[in-house]
């Protein structure tokens, strides 16, 4: 099973500034990896899918970028709504497996 | 509108089972890969199982693998999860999701999940 480790797995940012996120995956995943965001009471929205494409709908504030084992989720200016937990997947190898998450927080 | 309604959560026994359904509107619901993914209480998102188009192929988490079964009826345009054998450790809000456009893999819609409380 290939595991990924998220961190940081608080991030406390005020609004305007960047965010990076980290996932490292177990073993190479390729570029097959994808980012989630759930806000509280939410289920969870596709952002990221194969590592750098945005899903539909998403703001260009978000960005994706890695491949192998190292990945990462940029937001170039956060917003409000942005704040949340973000969650990787990969879709390399069965069973499919989540990252423990990366709650971005207000500081 | 893509919608996916969950229900059959609940109160249950070690040992005991339970049917998760999940009814799907707003897409030709055959054409699409399903999934189950769970949340413990306050932590992560865990992958449970999936289905393709026509329920000919499964796949689960080991953790689940022989308790479980996913399955569908497509002239009902609804996904199943029958729990079987179930721990405590599978209590958890249970989600469907709808593969994605990109791929079968990822999940690109989301019910809002049903609660799922194993305990004695």
């Known amino acids: 099973e290939i595991v990924l480790t998220q961190s940081p797995a608080t991030l406390s940012l005020s609004p305007g500034e960047r965010a990076t996120l980290s996932c490292r995956a177990s073993q190479s995943v390729n570029s097959y990896l994808a980012w989630y965001q759930q806000k509280p009471g939410q289920a969870p929205r596709l952002l990221v899918y194969d590592a750098s494409n945005r899903a539909t709908d998403i703001p260009a504030r978000f960005s994706g970028s890695g491949s192998g084992t190292d990945f990462t989720l940029t937001i170039s200016s956060l917003e409000p709504e942005d704040f949340a937990v973000y969650y990787c997947q990969q879709r390399s190898n069965w069973p499919l497996t989540f990252g423990g998450g990366t709650k971005v927080e207000i500081k | 509108e893509v919608q996916l309604v969950e229900s059959g959560g609940g109160l249950v026994q070690p040992g005991g089972s339970l049917r998760l359904s999940c009814a799907a509107s707003?897409?030709?619901?055959?054409?699409?890969?399903m999934h189950w993914v769970r949340q413990d209480p306050g932590k992560g998102l865990v992958w449970v199982s999936r289905?393709?188009?026509?329920?000919?192929?499964?796949s689960y988490a080991d953790s689940v693998k022989g308790r479980f079964t996913i399955s569908r009826d497509n002239a009902k345009n609804t996904l199943y999860l029958q729990m079987n054998s179930l721990r405590v450790e599978d209590t958890a809000v249970y989600y469907c999701?709808?593969?994605?456009?990109?791929?079968?893999?990822?999940?690109?819609?989301w019910g809002q999940g049903t609660l799922v409380t194993v305990s004695s």
């Open positions: 707003g897409f030709t619901f055959s054409g699409y890969w």
């Open positions: 999701a709808r593969a994605s456009r990109y791929s079968g893999s990822y999940s690109g819609y």
């Open positions: 289905i393709n188009g026509d329920g000919s192929s499964t």
